[in-house]
């Protein structure tokens, strides 16, 4: 069974760095997508970050370009993000999902396109 278990978040000060970590599973991904959205409440799921599990360019919105940057660790089958600069609108429960094989560059922002999903860790930015 495939699971995505995040870890590290918590309460920040604006300005501050954080890193998340999603622990993977058994399953090897190989070409699968894997990424990061996040959700604040009353707001949609917002695509942060994602990359291909055997390598590749990364994948980036718009609102985390230049802070944010998002890594894979094969020995210890993990991937992780690390977040720079944080702001208060940054503040949402971080989620880790993978897809169940690879896709084309136009379908890594699509949170429809990603089948495996852990909990969420949530990150509190503060004044």
């Known amino acids: 069974q495939v699971q995505l278990v995040e870890s590290g978040g918590g309460l920040v000060q604006a300005g501050d760095s954080l890193r998340l970590s999603c622990a993977v599973s058994?399953?090897?991904?190989?070409?699968?997508?894997m990424a990061w959205f996040r959700q604040a409440p009353g707001k949609e799921r917002e695509f942060i970050a994602s990359i291909r599990w055997n390598g590749g360019s990364p994948y980036y919105g718009n609102v985390v370009k230049g802070r944010f940057t998002i890594d894979r660790n094969h020995a210890q089958n993990t991937l992780s993000i690390q977040m720079n600069s944080l702001k208060l609108e940054d503040t949402a429960n971080y989620l880790c999902a993978a897809s169940d094989g690879p896709l084309y560059s136009g379908q890594y922002y699509d949170s429809s396109f990603y089948h495996y999903w852990g909990q969420g860790t949530q990150v509190t930015v503060s004044s």
């Open positions: 058994t399953r090897t991904f190989g070409g699968s997508a």
